[in-house]
């Protein structure tokens, strides 16, 4: 009877593992999950403390918007460098030129209160870390991710994001309460460095090519793009997510400990879901998971309004991120299937300079809501769903 329950056991796990899990993951795609998984353990812990550390340094709430709204106006102009470099040097190097940046970028964070001039650098520094790392990133993962198995890929480099969302702003909370910010800055760094060692385990072989800079631009206003370039606006919301969120955070629950325990809390139960977003991804109809995720994610929105205390913001918490995962799953999935049967570079790129025209504008109106009513959370929380509902005009058949 137990050796009959034994083997049932067993059945069960392999029944799951192959439903959940790609079949097969090729060696430089395991490099790829094991340094990002590093990196995303330094930037939770940014993420999440970044903008609450320039409101503790005194910034107001419309000057830290000014702060992203410039990072992405710099950006916009100069990301087309990063995709030259990706065809240029590889897909991995212009990652680790990336990180690098953003090493630097956090020594002028630290900086920023012995003189104004690092504000003004560090907004420099963001902004030539996103060129070089996103297309990249982008591009190495479209390139090794398996066909057919995509969603499940995504799935899972969604839940060792989630991993290190459960251990990241928890440390960090830690570190900064008995430390200090520039104590965190210094462990983030360190972290970085071991982040890309993964990355140069084995030879990245590519043929090198050009890329034109007015190609992305001609890309963005072609008309056969303008469906997907309106709804990846859309991730004007995720900037609302990582500046205002966590500050909202903080204030809510007063203990910068306890705001690193609930987004490490919410991140543990939505790692379980997006296994299960990223199996649908694959066998069913990418439209309709999309679809409803954005629902999902749209009622999250509406929920924070009634967040106050601890317990209400971990709910919100939690909702919003499994809603978004659910959404993003099947995005990146039909995203990242266009660009390997396409141009890699240059489909990444469209996509990284439509979602920055978003975050611009999300930016630039948070920037006027908290100048002329501060404090007033619900107008940005407004703004993040009607960017949200944005990602309803993908649903076409190219990219999802």
Known sequence: MLHTDLKRLVSSLLCFERSFFPSRVPHKLKEF??????????????????????YTIGFPLHKIMFFYFAVYVLYFFIMPLGGKVAKQKG????????????ILYLIFLIAIPSHPVFFYLSIIALAFQKTFFWPGYHADFAFFSQYGERGRDIGILTVFDS??????????????????????FIFMCVTILLSTLPLLLSREEFTPSQFQ????????????????????????????????????????????????????????VTALVTLYAGRMADLKDRKSVLQAGTALYALGWMMRFFARGGASVFLVDFFSRTSKNILTVPLFSGLYDYATRHSIVRTVIFFEMSLTVGKILAAG??????????GRWDFAFFLGGIFTALYFVLNGRRHA
């Open 213 to 268: 800079y007015r190609e992305a631009y001609q890309s963005l206003i072609a008309k056969e793009n303008r469906r997907y370039f309106v709804g990846y606006l859309g991730f004007g919301e995720e900037l609302i997510v990582l500046t205002v969120w966590p500050i909202f955070i903080y204030v809510a629950v007063g203990n910068i400990v306890q705001a690193g325990g609930i987004v490490a809390l919410s991140s543990l």
């Open 365 to 374: 109106l948070c920037v006027l809501v908290f100048y002329f009513f501060p």
């Open 163 to 184: 991993a290190a969302f459960i251990f990241g702003p928890l440390i960090g909370g830690i570190i900064v309460n008995f430390f200090g910010f520039p104590t965190l």
């Open 91 to 102: 897909f991995s190097h212009s990652m680790i030129i990336g990180s690098l940046i953003l």
């Open 33 to 54: 999950y094991l340094s990002i998984t590093i990196l995303n353990f330094a930037l939770a812990a940014a993420m999440l403390f970044e903008p609450v550390y320039l």
